[in-house]
């Protein structure tokens, strides 16, 4: 019999799909549940607050985390796998007070830890490792080097002797500890007696704790990648993630041509592996790198042969969105004639398969450009079209709408207030979740980057129906404010 899944891996799917406002929700009310059968302070509840507290986290709202982390540390403890959560739980709080910038507080609350690990486990168990690593970090980003590289090797040293894959974290943040001081040492020393399966550990670990705005990134990773491509080749799946972060960072500091040569380097590779999807998305990027480089017609050519590629392997999906690119770089270059047929395409494509997504973008941008040519009569269907199978708070969604207004009123341009269109966007997502005939005005304003809401019922709610619309309302709040926010 299939085991029933956890309302935990419930709200980790609701997060995936970008629903963390749902995902919120569930797990208050699993909060709620444990206290009531279990008591505040069980280890029920105390496991629900920081299931939370996780999604918390990952949705932004670090102060409120905090406090569920907190919570979760006064559990009583009965067993040996109580106190075990319990050192967990006090990790968390120190790590999420750290990213709330309050750093002497997290502090306190690591080195508490690293104690009450010290006095459970003893010095040689991975366990004490695991406490160490956190308080490393944070002493690094203190600009405590000399304790933070101590801290950090003794780390290093436990998981390596106890065999541990945690190695791979405490090896990549001794590596920007070794870097951040400065000394000349190598940044991975022992990087090539680990298991190649431990290498690209390493190497995903980079990856996901790469702190963009540090001025050593990029020295870190151009290192990081000769080292790992030394070891595991120039094909490895990790090889190629460092290549494709470090293009993300030169990107992002204005090395276009650097950005196009680690493309060309990882598009050759797909091209050897035989992952022709791959090669087609790099390439795409590449384009997208030319164009940002101001090399107009070399942008267009790849764009072009792209193109040709893609309509090769068959997919329906992948052609629409390369089509949809490309059809958007012709406009912007002035080429309107040549960019109309591949817009159209790439709604025809999009119809033909499987994703409403794609789909509803690829309409939405050949309803603008029908727009923008003035032909709103075919503007207006167009674009409907693609509001009707996109999500309401998908970014193409709201510019849509906000083009949709001006198409209303007549207008080849102009395209709206973004502000008013999400708050009718906000209005729809609320009105569609709730009963027809228990909403009689949903009063929405966006001000300072988030949502003033008041709601005016038409008559008394059921109190199924009341934190139905409590839910629904806290929902919409977490997702539109992602948006506003560019968080997505």
Known sequence: MTKAPEPVEIAVGLMQEGRYGDAENLLVREVERAAQAHGVGSPEWASAQCDLGNILINAGRVDRAIECFRGAVTMTVHDEQNRKDQLTYRMNLGMALRMAGRLDEAETELRQGVAERLAFYGREHAGYAFGLEPLADLLRQRGDLTAAREVVEETVDNLWRNGNERLTWAMALRAQIVLAQGTGEPLFAGLDALPEELVA?????????MDRSDPQSRV???????????????DHQATLNLLSELANLKREQGDTQGRAELIERARDSYDRLGRPEEAVLTTLALALAHSEAGGVESSLATYASVGERVRQLGSP?????????????????????????VLAEAVSQ???????DLLGRACVAFGLFLQ???RLAEAGPMIEEGLAVLDPVDPDALVGRSHLGAVHQGLSCGCGDLGTTMAAAFREFVSARLPADLLDR???ELVDGDFKVDVHLRREPTEGELQRLNEVTSTAQAEFRRRVNGRH
């Open 442 to 444: 949903l009063e929405v």
């Open 372 to 374: 923008h040519q003035e």
């Open 220 to 234: 870190l990773l151009e290192v990081a990648l000769g080292a790992v491509e030394h070891i595991l080749g120039p």
């Open 201 to 209: 550990m390493v190497a995903r670990t980079l990856c996901h704790r």
């Open 317 to 341: 999906e992948l052609t629409s969105h390369v089509l949809r690119n490309w059809g958007l770089a012709l406009n912007e270059a002035g080429r309107s004639e040549q960019a109309e047929p």
């Open 350 to 356: 999009g119809r033909r398969g499987a994703d409403h």
